[in-house]
C-alpha cells in the first residue's frame, strides 16, 4: 500500500507541492486549501483490477481541469463513498452535497471538482472504463448524481468497500481478488439501477438553471452593493424558483453567497500581494458594504477576527506542521482523521 501525506511539507508552497504529490500518485488535481493549517493525507492500493484510495484532508478544494486531463491514458471512472465528513461534488452540470455514506460517480477524463469539510474522508473505488460497462450500461449519465446512502444496496456497497479497504491494510489474499471485485461492482451497479433506472437519462434538469445562478453569482460577487435577494429579478425568474436550486444543494442564495465572499476575504487576507492593503478594504473589495458585518461573520465561520487570521497566516510560514494518520475505527465501523505529534507516524 503506498502513502502520502502533508507531513513535512513546508508552510509555504506547501497546496502546490502537496497537489503534485497527489497528481503523482492518483490523479492530476490541484488542492485549494482554506485554512492555513490544512493537513491531508492519502492511502493507494487495489483489489484485482479495482484502485482503492482513501483520501482524508482538511478544508479544502480539488480542482481536476481540461489541463489536468491526458486523453491518451485510459479511461477511468470512481466511485467516491463519503466516509465521513461533508463534500460538495460538481460533474457534468449537476452539484450535490454528499453526506456521510453517500456514493457519487466520476468520470476522470472530464472536468470536477469537490469543496470538503474539515476532517472529510473520502473512499474511491477505481474502475477501468471497459469494466464499470458491465455494470452500468450508461455510466456517463450517472455522472455526478447522488446515490444516497440509504437507496438501494447502497448500504450493503460501502460496507463491503470498508470491510476490503480493511483487509487491504492488513494484507489481502490474491486469489480472491478478482471475486470480491467483480461481486462489489454487481452490488453498486445493482444500487445506481434500483434507484435511477436501467436506462438512467443524463443531467438533472435544473442543472443548467443552477448553473447559470452561479455564474450571475460570480460576475456580481465583488460588488457591495449585490444582494442575493435580487438575483431573481436581475436574471427574470421568481426569488422562490432561485431558492429552490439552492435547497436541491442544501443550500442557500444567502449561505453561498456570504460563503463565496469569506472565502476570497480569508484567501486574501493570507496572499502577501494584498499585505498593503488593510482589513476594511478587502472587505469592501470583496463585497461586504459594512466592516462590521464582514468581521462578525468572518469570525463565525473562522473561529477567530480577520486581524488574528491574517496575524497567524504571516507566522505559521515557519511554524507548526500537523501530520496526518488515515486510520479506521472498526469498534464504530467509522472512518477518522487522526493529527500526529511532529515526527511521529
Given at each position: 500500500?503506498?502513502?502520502?501525506s502533508?507531513?513535512?511539507?513546508?508552510?509555504a508552497?506547501?497546496?502546490?507541492?502537496?497537489?503534485?504529490?497527489?497528481?503523482e500518485?492518483?490523479?492530476?488535481?490541484?488542492?485549494i486549501?482554506?485554512?492555513?493549517?490544512?493537513?491531508a493525507?492519502?492511502?493507494?492500493?487495489h483489489?484485482g483490477?479495482?484502485?482503492?484510495?482513501?483520501?482524508?484532508?482538511?478544508?479544502?478544494?480539488i480542482?481536476?481541469t481540461?489541463?489536468?486531463?491526458?486523453?491518451?491514458?485510459?479511461?477511468?471512472?470512481?466511485?467516491?463513498?463519503?466516509?465521513?465528513?461533508r463534500?460538495l461534488?460538481?460533474?457534468?452540470?449537476?452539484?450535490?452535497v454528499?453526506?456521510?455514506?453517500d456514493l457519487?460517480?466520476?468520470?476522470?477524463a472530464?472536468?470536477?471538482?469537490?469543496?470538503?469539510?474539515?476532517?472529510a474522508?473520502?473512499l474511491?473505488?477505481?474502475v477501468?472504463a471497459?469494466?464499470?460497462?458491465?455494470?452500468?450500461?450508461r455510466?456517463?449519465?450517472?455522472?455526478?448524481?447522488?446515490?444516497p446512502?440509504?437507496a438501494?444496496?447502497?448500504?450493503?456497497?460501502?460496507t463491503?468497500?470498508?470491510?476490503?479497504?480493511?483487509?487491504?491494510?492488513h494484507?489481502f489474499?490474491?486469489?480472491?481478488?478478482d471475486?470480491?471485485a467483480?461481486?462489489?461492482?454487481?452490488?453498486?451497479?445493482?444500487s445506481?439501477?434500483?434507484v435511477?433506472?436501467?436506462?438512467?437519462?443524463?443531467?438533472?434538469?435544473?442543472?443548467?438553471?443552477?448553473?447559470?445562478?452561479?455564474?450571475?453569482?460570480?460576475?456580481?460577487?465583488?460588488?457591495p452593493?449585490?444582494?442575493p435577494?435580487?438575483i431573481?429579478?436581475?436574471?427574470?425568474?421568481?426569488?422562490?424558483e432561485?431558492?429552490?436550486?439552492?435547497?436541491?444543494?442544501n443550500?442557500s442564495?444567502?449561505?453561498?453567497?456570504?460563503?463565496?465572499?469569506?472565502?476570497?476575504?480569508?484567501?486574501?487576507?493570507r496572499?502577501?500581494?494584498?499585505?498593503?492593503?488593510?482589513?476594511?478594504?478587502?472587505?469592501?473589495?470583496?463585497g461586504?458594504?459594512?466592516n462590521?458585518?464582514f468581521t462578525?461573520?468572518?469570525?463565525?465561520?473562522?473561529?477567530?477576527?480577520p486581524?488574528?487570521?491574517?496575524?497567524?497566516?504571516?507566522?505559521?510560514?515557519?511554524?507548526?506542521?500537523?501530520?496526518?494518520?488515515?486510520?479506521?475505527?472498526?469498534?464504530?465501523?467509522?472512518?477518522?482523521?487522526?493529527?500526529?505529534s511532529?515526527?511521529?507516524?
Amino acid at each position: 500500500m503506498e502513502r502520502a501525506s502533508t507531513d513535512g511539507l513546508r508552510p509555504a508552497g506547501k497546496a502546490q507541492a502537496w497537489s503534485a504529490r497527489y497528481s503523482e500518485v492518483l490523479a492530476a488535481a490541484d488542492f485549494i486549501p482554506f485554512d492555513d493549517d490544512f493537513s491531508a493525507g492519502l492511502a493507494v492500493s487495489h483489489v484485482g483490477p479495482l484502485g482503492f484510495a482513501r483520501l482524508a484532508t482538511g478544508r479544502c478544494a480539488i480542482n481536476r481541469t481540461a489541463a489536468h486531463i491526458d486523453r491518451n491514458s485510459p479511461q477511468l471512472y470512481s466511485v467516491i463513498i463519503q466516509a465521513s465528513g461533508r463534500g460538495l461534488f460538481t460533474q457534468v452540470g449537476n452539484r450535490v452535497v454528499l453526506e456521510p455514506g453517500d456514493l457519487a460517480l466520476c468520470d476522470h477524463a472530464l472536468p470536477h471538482s469537490r469543496v470538503l469539510e474539515r476532517g472529510a474522508e473520502m473512499l474511491l473505488v477505481r474502475v477501468p472504463a471497459e469494466m464499470i460497462a458491465e455494470y452500468m450500461p450508461r455510466p456517463q449519465h450517472l455522472c455526478g448524481r447522488r446515490l444516497p446512502a440509504g437507496a438501494g444496496l447502497a448500504p450493503s456497497a460501502s460496507t463491503m468497500a470498508r470491510s476490503l479497504w480493511q483487509r487491504l491494510e492488513h494484507g489481502f489474499s490474491p486469489q480472491y481478488e478478482d471475486c470480491f471485485a467483480h461481486h462489489l461492482l454487481e452490488l453498486i451497479g445493482t444500487s445506481y439501477a434500483m434507484v435511477f433506472g436501467p436506462d438512467p437519462e443524463g443531467s438533472v434538469p435544473d442543472a443548467d438553471a443552477l448553473l447559470l445562478v452561479l455564474s450571475h453569482i460570480d460576475d456580481r460577487l465583488y460588488d457591495p452593493g449585490f444582494r442575493p435577494g435580487a438575483i431573481g429579478g436581475e436574471l427574470g425568474v421568481t426569488a422562490h424558483e432561485v431558492r429552490r436550486l439552492f435547497a436541491a444543494c442544501n443550500d442557500s442564495p444567502r449561505g453561498y453567497v456570504l460563503r463565496r465572499r469569506l472565502q476570497e476575504a480569508a484567501r486574501r487576507l493570507r496572499d502577501p500581494r494584498w499585505r498593503g492593503h488593510t482589513i476594511a478594504e478587502i472587505a469592501h473589495c470583496c463585497g461586504f458594504a459594512s466592516n462590521a458585518v464582514f468581521t462578525r461573520s468572518f469570525r463565525e465561520r473562522f473561529e477567530q477576527s480577520p486581524t488574528e487570521y491574517r496575524a497567524k497566516g504571516a507566522a505559521r510560514e515557519c511554524g507548526e506542521r500537523w501530520p496526518v494518520a488515515i486510520s479506521f475505527d472498526r469498534s464504530v465501523d467509522d472512518a477518522r482523521l487522526e493529527r500526529a505529534s511532529a515526527g511521529t507516524e
